[in-house]
Nanobody, 119 residues
Framework: VQLQASGGGSVQAGGSLRLSCGIS????????MNWYRQTPGNERELVAG???????NYAESVKGRFTISRDILENAVYLQMNSLKPEDTAVYYC??????????????WGQGTQVTVSS
């Protein structure tokens, strides 16, 4: 199972970016699809997530500005980021909690994509 994230870049405050994450490989079930972010010296934090039943949760800091969505048929997850702030600057990682056909449930991570917001 491999996750490929794209869509990061540099924008000015107030701008928008859309992150995409494609999932390839053999997966029997997906429980959750998430976006995390990490800044130097800090732990990775959950930004947004979609559960298997479609329940969505956001970090308080991004509520009302970010929107997570998924395409189940394409095995993809997206993060629309609007009204970006300098404090949103981070490396963003997509994550799924999934079960390959002949393996156990586990977390899979993408390679990370840099988002830089200038003031």
């Amino acid at each position: 199972v491999q996750l490929q994230a794209s869509g990061g870049g540099s924008v000015q405050a107030g701008g928008s970016l859309r992150l995409s994450c494609g999932i390839s490989g053999s997966i029997a079930e997906i429980n959750a699809m998430n976006w995390y972010r990490q800044t130097p010296g800090n732990e990775r934090e959950l930004v947004a997530g979609i559960g298997s039943g479609g329940k969505i949760n956001y970090a308080e800091s991004v509520k009302g500005r970010f929107t997570i969505s998924r395409d189940i048929l394409e095995n993809a997850v997206y993060l629309q980021m609007n009204s970006l702030k300098p404090e949103d600057t981070a490396v963003y990682y997509c994550n799924v909690f999934a079960r390959p056909p002949t393996d156990r449930w586990q977390h899979f991570w993408g390679q990370g994509t840099q988002v830089t917001v200038s003031s």
